[in-house]
């Protein structure tokens, strides 16, 4: 794991006793897998929200009206903002 610059907050979490039990048999860090698999969920959720954005997207896209001119109205919104 690389080093964090980010101070480390402390946190319970509640686990059955076998499984504790388990943990310690090893010769893992917890705090560092736990830190990694949360930040992993995180990203996970991320792309769920991504993706479900997208499908959101899609469901309301609408063709343009015939004749509409997107580059006009782009030019036309970058005429305003820059004034």
Do not use: C, F, H
Not at 66 to 72: K, R
Request: charged share 35%; no cysteine; glycine share 4%.
């Amino acid at each position: 794991m690389s080093k964090r610059k980010e101070k480390l907050v402390r946190t319970t979490i509640t686990l059955p006793r076998s499984l504790k039990e388990k943990m310690e048999q090893t010769g893992e860090n917890w705090s560092e897998v736990i830190r990694d698999l949360v930040s992993q969920r995180l990203v996970e959720e991320g792309q769920t929200d991504m993706a479900e954005a997208v499908i959101l997207n899609e469901r309301v896209k609408r063709a343009a009206p015939e004749g509409w001119d997107s580059l006009q109205v782009i030019k036309q919104w970058r005429k305003r903002t820059s004034s």
